[in-house]
């Protein structure tokens, strides 16, 4: 350890020792409270009108789970991600959507309830990522609910953000996570620009902003996290920022410029044909018309490229097939509600039009013992070898996974897609250091229906009569089959299935799956 990276650690120890004492909360309530913003926001992105009468009527719902309003800040048994959206106040975009008074005076009921609860610095929703989100959609959506609000509502609020950003100030360096100090960042940076008595700090924090873009944005515009739905916040997060400096009409730094003329075209990799993001293992959901107003504020125009080659996606499309490609480390946020672990390496989604089939290839490779193997959360490029073809109506992917340490596994998918009729086809080569189990997982979309064939020789795949796609009217069929595999499963996952092809490996004897979905 250098001296420098001594000092720091020592720094930061000091610096939450004096957030853990009890000096902390006077130290928030001290300064110069504002009393007005200097300049009125405009927030573009819409609410769910659906949602916002739902909290008219008393049933806050948040990603289709319904909260209890007597236990309404801190619900038990709720969904992180879920819990997060509640105390970042996105919501309330719900409720503007409504349009009239009764849901103004909520949300202030609504602000006003969870600052009477919330006031112990030390709990979950003031950790510094939310709390920048929620710092941020308060000064967004303040024409919304507090412009038309009494004295007594507005000296409430101004307080209570006047302290958040305090909070932020002191603490956001120590963030657990850099994605949470680009957040509470936007949270700081919005209150630099609307209350002046933190003009000020503005043009530090931009200079701070570039580092932390700098650090988690890859060199072809993708997110470290390599997950598309945390890709497109932190785009979403870049536009508004951008907004809130054309606002003051502030010169826009390159750097911001640059990064979300770069992280657009990403996202139009990582759309299927029906318009939403691919998952990769994030359960997280953003509507297609979010998406569209995103790419459109963003002005970046252009086709989807093929590949990202530093955040390792590949991109073949063949006719109104798709299929995308994980060809790097394991994407952050994983599912939670898995049948097994997966390796990580070389997991693909497939769609067809609007329809998607495949929402999780994958392959799971475990020991007699139980212990799986897994690729690691940073794969070195050398590692993967990769081969694409595209050619009329044939399009090609081969890829190989071979870890310099030898004590490790071996895996080649090839995938093909083509010929007159739509049709996925795979080869899975896998090499073991010991004996192991393997299964190649399929994880469908919710809403297909999947049967074994007579024997238990392949699948019987089918999508609903009601499909996105107009070819699909009356339900499309398709069948999976494959050979040298001892066992095909199907099982239940989540709301949907998940069809396991089955074997085992012997130590350093390569083992090839093929398998294929053919349209009956």
Known sequence: MTIKSFSNNLSRFF???????VL????????????HLTVMPTDPWPGDIYAGRLLLDGKFMIANQVISMTDLWMPREMDVAVLED???FTWLRDLRAQGDNSARRLARQLIANWIDRNQDWQLYPWQVGITGHRVANWIALYDFF?????????????????????HLNYSWEDAPTSLERLFALKGIIYAAIVFPEESYRLVPLLLQLEKEIQAQILSDGGHESRCPQTHLIVLRDLIDIRAMLRLIHHEIPSFLQVSISQMAPIVRLFRHGDGELATFGSDAHIPSPV????????????????RASTLGFERCVNKSSLILLNVGAKVKGVRQMALEEGTGSLNFEWSIGRDRLVIQGDLILQTHEGEHFQIPDSVDPTSIQLHRMSQDDHAFLDATYTPLDSLSFVHRRQLYLGGNQLSLRGEDTIESPCEAIYGLRFILDKDIEASFVSGR????????????????????QWRLLASSVEEILCEPYGSSQAILLLGRTKAREPVSVQWAFCQD
């Open 15 to 21: 610096r939450q020792a004096w957030r853990n004492s």
């Open 86 to 88: 509640l105390h970042r």
């Open 24 to 35: 902390y909360r006077f130290t928030l309530m001290g300064g110069v409270t504002p009393k």
């Open 457 to 476: 020789r392949g699948v019987m795949i089918r999508l609903p009569a009601h499909g996105k796609s107009p070819r699909n009217q009356e339900g499309q």
């Open 291 to 306: 998406i569209d107003m995103v790419l459109s504020l963003a002005d970046v125009r252009g086709r989807p490229p093929e």
């Open 146 to 166: 507090c412009s038309s609000a009494d004295d007594s509502f507005r000296g409430l609020f101004f307080r209570e953000i006047a302290r958040q950003v305090r």
